[in-house]
């Protein structure tokens, strides 16, 4: 079980941050991610696989004038 956005969810096989953010329609250039409490490099998107524990937060970036 991990938590993302305040929200427990279980995920039914192991995925990337990538993989997850891509499933869930996410745009990975308007977004941030913080995973366990620190920001998580885009670069690292793709190598880092979500635990059972994890916390992650997904932050968009809305434009605005």
Not at 33 to 41: A, C, D, F, Q, R
Not at 43 to 65: A, W
């Amino acid at each position: 079980m991990i938590t993302i956005n305040g929200q427990k969810t279980e995920l039914l096989s192991p995925v990337s941050v990538a993989d997850y953010l891509e499933q869930n329609q996410y745009r990975p250039n308007r977004i941030a991610v913080e995973l366990n409490g620190e920001i998580l490099p885009k670069s690292h998107y793709s190598d880092t696989m979500l635990k059972d524990g994890d916390s992650m937060e997904i932050v968009s970036f809305v434009g605005g004038g």
